[in-house]
Structure formats: C-alpha cells, structure tokens
T-cell receptor, first 115, second 113 residues
Framework: AQSVTQLDSQVPVFEEAPVELRCNYS??????LFWYVQYPNQGLQLLLK??????LVKGINGFEAEFNKSQTSFHLRKPSVHISDTAEYFCAVILYGGSQGNLIFGKGTKLSVKP | DGGITQSPKYLFRKEGQNVTLSCEQN?????MYWYRQDPGQGLRLIYYSQIVNDFQKGDIAEGYSVSREKKESFPLTVTSAQKNPTAFYLCASNHGQSNQPQHFGDGTRLSIL
C-alpha cells in the first residue's frame, strides 16, 4: 500500500524568504500527487497536482512542486512567502487508476510566516 | 457559485446522543467523502460513496453511519458508539476518477458537552 510522509510538522520562515515543504511517498507503481492548503477553520483547497508530463508543476498563489520519481518525492516550493501563506499544507497520493477511497494524505506541515 | 456546503459549522453532542452532520454539493459530482481531522493526524477517511444508494467504509468507520439517497447529499451520523467524536469533520466530492482532485467543504467542528 502507498504511504505519504511529510518530513516537517512545522516550518517557520520570515516574510519574503523562500520555503520548501517536503513530501515523500512510497509506492511501487505509478501515482498521482496533490498538494492542498488549509487555512484555519476551513476546508482544504487544491494548490497543484501532478498527473503526468512535466515534472515541474505550477500551482496557485505562486507555489510550485517538482515530481522526482527516483527519490519518490514531491516537494512544494515558493521563492518568496507572504504572511498570508501561513496555513497548513497537505500532500496526498493515489495510485494511478486506483479508487479515490485510497487517497492517502500526509499528516500536514504548518507553515508559519513571520514579519 | 458551485460548491460544497457543510452544516452546522459547530456542533455539540451530549453523552449517548447521535448527531448528524450535513453535506450538500451542487457540483454534479458522483462521488462524495467524509474525513475526520485530528491535530497532527492528517485526514482519515470515514466513509465514501461513488454512486447514489451505495457507500463503502473507510479506515475509521466504526461509530459512524452514512446514507446516499440523493446525488447532492451525503449526511454523516456520529453515533453514541463513537467514544471519541471530538474532531473536525470534512466532506469532499469529485467525479470519482483517480486523477481528479477532491473539492472540500469548510468543515464541521464537533465537540462533546
């Protein structure tokens, strides 16, 4: 079965600094990958997804992620963060052709952007 | 605008009481999902439904029940058998294919009185 590990539970950064939120997955077959953002007391919002093709995926709010098959990683990056990026970020994986009932979420990374 | 509506936003349960969380979507999605979110635990799947009048248990279905009588609606009942119901509950939907992201409601926070 596939699994997802978000390596950092909390990431504090200063405003305008770059940030990388790390996500590693385990699967012996092809997968689809997603990053979601959750603001306090709200639901999850899709940031970006990797389905196939270019390994560099651009999403909303200036975020991007790179799919690395050999390292089974899908790290999320932003070159310059804003206070408004303070939120919790979730990585999720599903097997290619798999049931949506088997969408697996990581435990989340709380990004805290300080002025 | 299309979306998913969860109600109520906050809910309190007394001991021995069943409570029902509402989830309605107007996105014409076939599949709907219920997740439980606890701090530091990520999202865990309770139940999901890929078509009307059919649903499957997720990883933590014990103490919960669902129905799917209409495409737009997927209510979740937290029964008295669920001994630790305090959590944030999220409903989601999509067309069901594995390459599709799920769309989420804004959640219901359930607490014990």
């Amino acid at each position: 079965a596939q699994s997802v590990t978000q390596l950092d539970s909390q990431v504090p950064v200063f405003e305008e600094a770059p940030v990388e939120l790390r996500c590693n997955y385990s699967s012996s077959v092809s997968v689809y990958l997603f990053w979601y953002v959750q603001y306090p007391n709200q639901g999850l919002q899709l940031l970006l997804k990797y389905l196939s093709g270019s390994t560099l995926v651009k999403g909303i709010n200036g975020f991007e992620a790179e799919f690395n098959k050999s390292q089974t990683s899908f790290h999320l990056r932003k070159p310059s963060v804003h206070i408004s990026d303070t939120a919790e970020y979730f990585c999720a994986v599903i097997l290619y052709g798999g049931s949506q009932g088997n969408l697996i979420f990581g435990k989340g990374t709380k990004l805290s952007v300080k002025p | 605008d299309g979306g998913i509506t969860q109600s109520p936003k906050y809910l309190f349960r007394k001991e021995g009481q069943n409570v029902t969380l509402s989830c309605e979507q107007n996105l014409n999605h076939d599949a709907m999902y219920w997740y439980r979110q606890d701090p530091g635990q990520g999202l865990r799947l309770i139940y999901y439904s890929q078509i009307v009048n059919d649903f499957q248990k997720g990883d933590i279905a014990e103490g919960y029940s669902v129905s799917r009588e209409k495409k737009e609606s997927f209510p979740l009942t937290v029964t008295s058998a669920q001994k630790n119901p305090t959590a944030f509950y999220l409903c989601a939907s999509n067309h069901g294919q594995s390459n599709q992201p799920q769309h989420f409601g804004d959640g219901t926070r359930l607490s014990i009185l």
